[in-house]
């Protein structure tokens, strides 16, 4: 497993944006598929994005789909999550999450119990 750390969560208006990163310890982090999820106060975590170990490919929610943008740079062990356009149904604790090659078994980009590796959060509150 890798360690995983947010940052980059804050206050912003309806119609900015804001860019979360995510850095992760270990050597394995390039062999790691990378998602970001969200939870809202009362609402279940849900999937946000997902891109693939070598960032080939990337998978979105509809409700974000055209508005942010997943990337990862595995020279540095970071992955980002880019948020534009931003509403206030955005707001919630943003978590990364990794899934490893034994991971992959468990289901899709799209499913939480397909990431063995979470951090802690980071919030994003949206006013509008």
């Known amino acids: 497993q890798v360690q995983l750390v947010e940052s980059g969560g804050g206050l912003v208006q309806a119609g900015g944006s804001l860019r979360l990163s995510c850095a992760a310890s270990?050597?394995?982090?390039?062999?790691?598929?990378m998602g970001w999820f969200r939870q809202a106060p009362g609402k279940e975590r849900e999937f946000v994005a997902a891109?693939?170990?070598?960032?080939?490919?990337?998978y979105y929610a509809d409700s974000v789909k055209g508005r942010f943008t997943i990337s990862r740079d595995n020279a540095k062990n970071t992955v980002y999550l880019q948020m534009n356009s931003l509403k206030p149904e955005d707001t919630a604790v943003y978590y990364c999450?990794?899934?490893?090659?034994?991971?992959?078994?468990?289901?899709?980009?799209?499913?939480?119990?397909?990431?063995?590796?979470w951090g802690q959060g980071t919030q994003v509150t949206v006013s509008s």
């Open positions: 891109i693939t170990w070598n960032g080939g490919s990337t």
């Open positions: 270990g050597r394995t982090f390039s062999t790691y598929a």
């Open positions: 999450a990794g899934r490893g090659p034994a991971d992959y078994r468990r289901g899709s980009y799209y499913s939480e119990a397909s990431y063995g590796s």
